[in-house]
């Protein structure tokens, strides 16, 4: 039996006009990341976390921060994101992420 692996989706979009981009909506970032888990045998989405109008200039957002807590927690084997930029747009937080993970 293969083990499944606890996949999270995070998703941002740091305006309210990017919230109906086609390409970058927070709908088009999940729909993505869905059918990537889909596409795997061994994934399966624990849970989507969505930050809707934040920066990613700092680590200062509700839904990352629950991911985060989750991760702490042991709840999630991995996080899925559409780019690196929608995770964080700072280098020195991003180590601290990866370092994290």
Do not use: W
Request: proline share 1%.
């Amino acid at each position: 039996m293969q083990v499944k692996l606890k996949c999270a989706i995070y998703t941002r979009v740091s305006t309210r006009n990017q919230l109906n981009a086609e390409y970058s909506s927070l709908e088009a970032q999940k729909d993505r990341l869905l059918n990537f888990i889909k596409s795997k045998e061994n994934f399966e989405l624990f849970k989507v976390y969505e930050d809707e109008a934040y920066s990613g200039s700092n680590m200062d957002r509700p839904a990352f921060n629950e991911m985060i807590s989750d991760v702490k927690k042991g709840r999630i084997n991995c996080v899925l994101i559409y780019k690196f930029d929608r995770l964080t747009r700072s280098v020195k937080d991003f180590h601290n992420i990866n370092d994290l993970f």
